[in-house]
Every structure is written in structure tokens, then in C-alpha cells.
């Protein structure tokens, strides 16, 4: 069995999606999936499963909107895409807080730098490595305009963990062997 990470989008945001962290690890067990460990209220379950990345993309929104009316945009990575997303990028040093991995459903082609550029506040920095986007915003990304126009850019959907999201996640794959 291959130790993986579902990645929801926008549940538990604003009131909107809302999923208890308890049931959702019940409905992911109840779909046969092994070892069912889920990470703070957004979205965040480490499970294991010899099941497709792409499949488990189907099948765990449509369960979720069988039990709970809503499907959420889901993203299954495994270990080593984790691992990636903490290093592989330019912004080591930086707030892990500061540091937001977009995780992407497909590749994208040559972005619009000079868009970005133009959006970019002082000191705001992006890195693309295949289906993820990392962006650094050291004044929050809250406040960046860039983050808030990113959909422009990039294209399909997408969901973002902080770095020291992603980090508890890969401690979770470590601890597992």
C-alpha cells in the first residue's frame, strides 16, 4: 500500500464547506482506505491505498457529496510530491508561514511573468516545478494581490497549503516508514 495525501479545497473556510474532520475520516476508512489520519479542519487526510491518484480525485469528492452535499475540489499526492513541495523551491530561510505551495491539477505552460510581475508586491517572489506553484508573500498573503489574482494565471483548479502545513504532512509520511 502506497502512503497518500488527500488535499481538500476550500472546506471549513468562512462556514462554507463544512466537513467534520471525524466523519470525513469515517466516510474515507468506510471507502476501504487504510491508516485514516486527517490534519488540522482544512481539508488534510493522510491515508493509505494501492487505489490510483486520479481515481481517488473522483471518488473521494463524490463521497463526500453523498454524505455531505458538496463536493470539494480534491488533490491525492504521495510522499515524495510532499517532500518536493518543501524543497523544492527558492525560498528557504523564509517564514514557512509566509510560503504557500499551490498544488495544481495539471501542468501549466509558460507563464506570464510580466503579469505576475506587475500584480507582485516588494519583496513577493513564485516559483513554478510542474503541477505545483510556490509562492512567497513576506507581507501575508492576505494582503497580496497576486494571490488573489493568481487564478488568472494558472489554469484549472487548484488548492494552497503554507509550508508549515505541508511540512506536518510530510512528518506524517515520515512517521509511517
Given amino acids: 500500500m502506497m502512503v497518500r495525501v488527500a488535499l481538500l479545497r476550500g472546506v471549513n473556510v468562512s462556514g462554507a464547506g463544512k466537513l467534520p ?9 468506510g471507502m476501504g482506505l487504510g491508516r485514516v489520519e486527517t490534519y488540522i479542519q482544512s481539508g488534510n487526510a493522510v491515508f493509505d491505498s494501492d487505489l490510483p491518484a486520479a481515481g481517488l480525485e473522483v ?16 488533490f491525492v499526492r504521495g510522499a515524495a ?14 517564514d514557512p508561514a509566509r510560503v504557500h505551495v499551490f498544488f495544481l491539477k495539471e501542468v501549466p ?6 503579469g505576475l ?22 507581507a501575508g498573503i492576505g494582503r497580496s494581490r497576486l494571490a488573489d489574482r493568481l487564478h488568472r494565471f494558472l489554469p484549472g483548479p487548484m488548492t494552497a497549503r503554507n509550508l508549515r502545513t505541508v511540512a506536518a504532512l510530510e512528518a506524517i509520511f515520515a512517521a509511517r516508514g
Fill in 21 to 29: 474532520m471525524t466523519e470525513f475520516r469515517a466516510l474515507l476508512a
Fill in 59 to 74: 471518488s473521494i469528492p463524490a463521497a463526500i457529496a453523498g454524505r455531505f452535499g458538496f463536493a470539494p475540489e480534491t
Fill in 81 to 94: 510530491e510532499i517532500a518536493a513541495a518543501l524543497t523544492g523551491h527558492p525560498f528557504a530561510g523564509a
Fill in 109 to 114: 505552460g509558460a507563464l506570464d511573468e510580466t
Fill in 117 to 138: 510581475a506587475a500584480l507582485a508586491a516588494p519583496g513577493d517572489g513564485w516559483h513554478l516545478s510542474g503541477r505545483r506553484f510556490t509562492l512567497h508573500t513576506p
